[in-house]
Structures are given as C-alpha cells and as structure tokens.
C-alpha cells in the first residue's frame, strides 16, 4: 500500500488499501461528497470531514476495491466537475 498526498481539486491514481491526504489551496472550506450513482472509494465517510482553508485530511481507499474509475464530489474547486480516483 502506498501514501498519496493530492490536491483536492485534482483527479489522481490509487490502490485499494492506499492512504490518501487531501491538501485544502482553495482559500475556501472543502467537503468531499458522493456523486450521486456512483461507489464511494474511500474507507470514512460519506461525506469526508470538512477540511478548512490550508489544511489536510487523511483516509484510505477501501480494501477490496475493484479496478477502475470512482468519480467524487468537492465543493470548493472552480470547475466544478466529479473528481475521479482510478484504481490501479
């Protein structure tokens, strides 16, 4: 298993089990939801805990967590879209 530490605005690649530590640059508070329709990636949630301008917040991918690509919500990025987590 590895660690990640990713921009929450930013899509990234993991692996079931993975840490990952979301870093809040958005000058604005950030909650990580579940897009309607899809499996929810990650161990804690949904939502993940708000993380508040200039800090993180850790979780791991679930464990088992099948190949392929898991769209989520974040309520703080510009553009607005699904980030995605592929797996592997």
């Known amino acids: 298993m ?3 530490t990713e921009d ?3 899509d990234w690649h993991g692996g079931q089990g993975d840490k ?3 870093i809040n640059n958005t000058g604005m508070s950030c909650t990580i939801k ?3 329709g899809t499996t929810w990636p990650f161990k804690d ?3 993940l ?6 800090q993180t917040i850790s979780t791991h991918l679930k464990q088992p967590l099948k190949n392929g690509n898991y769209p989520y919500s974040v309520d703080c ?3 607005k879209v699904p980030k ?3 797996v592997p």
Do not use: L, R, S, Y
Not at 49 to 54: E, Q, S, W
């Open 34 to 36: 579940q897009e309607k």
């Open 20 to 22: 990952v530590t979301f």
């Open 49 to 54: 805990p708000t993380i508040p301008v200039g």
């Open 84 to 86: 995605v987590v592929t």
């Open 2 to 4: 590895a660690d990640h």
């Open 8 to 10: 929450v605005c930013n």
């Open 77 to 79: 990025c510009k553009d």
């Open 45 to 47: 949630g949904p939502p």
